[in-house]
């Protein structure tokens, strides 16, 4: 069975472009290792300029893999380089009933 996660990434000062690249790069690196299922990911930004992205992960085993495989693990580094990561309670939208969010318009 697999699990949807949301990953929120606050882009550093000036790095919002960057950080989208390395975005466009994410699900297909994961689907190429074997990590994610076929189900489509969608991204959105917050009003704090923080992206979101949700997509599933094949399984938890899927998860730990990832941590080990060095394919993501460079990749994971490109975010570091443009982004921090922030806890979905930290989103001001996460507080509403019925969260809204600018879509970010590109075909991952």
Same mark, same amino acid.
């Given at each position: 069975?697999?699990?949807?996660?949301?990953?929120?990434? #606050?882009?550093?000062?000036? &790095?919002?472009?960057?950080?989208?690249? +390395?975005? &466009?790069?994410?699900?297909? =690196?994961? @689907? #190429?290792?074997?990590?994610? %299922?076929?189900?489509? !990911? =969608?991204?959105?930004?917050?009003?704090?300029? !923080?992206?979101?992205?949700?997509?599933?992960? @094949?399984?938890? &085993?899927?998860?730990?893999?990832?941590?080990?495989?060095?394919? =993501?693990?460079?990749?994971? #580094?490109?975010?570091?380089? =443009?982004?921090?990561?922030? %806890?979905?309670? !930290?989103?001001?939208?996460? &507080? !509403?009933?019925?969260?809204?969010?600018?879509? +970010?318009?590109? @075909?991952?």
């Amino acid at each position: 069975m697999g699990i949807i996660v949301i990953a929120c990434f #606050k882009p550093k000062e000036e &790095k919002e472009e960057e950080l989208l690249e +390395v975005i &466009k790069d994410h699900m297909p =690196v994961l @689907k #190429k290792e074997g990590l994610i %299922t076929e189900r489509d !990911s =969608v991204v959105m930004r917050s009003g704090n300029g !923080s992206i979101l992205e949700v997509f599933e992960w @094949k399984s938890q &085993k899927a998860i730990d893999l990832a941590h080990e495989n060095p394919n =993501v693990l460079e990749l994971w #580094k490109r975010f570091e380089n =443009v982004c921090s990561y922030e %806890t979905l309670s !930290s989103i001001e939208e996460s &507080k !509403s009933m019925f969260p809204g969010f600018q879509p +970010v318009d590109f @075909k991952i």
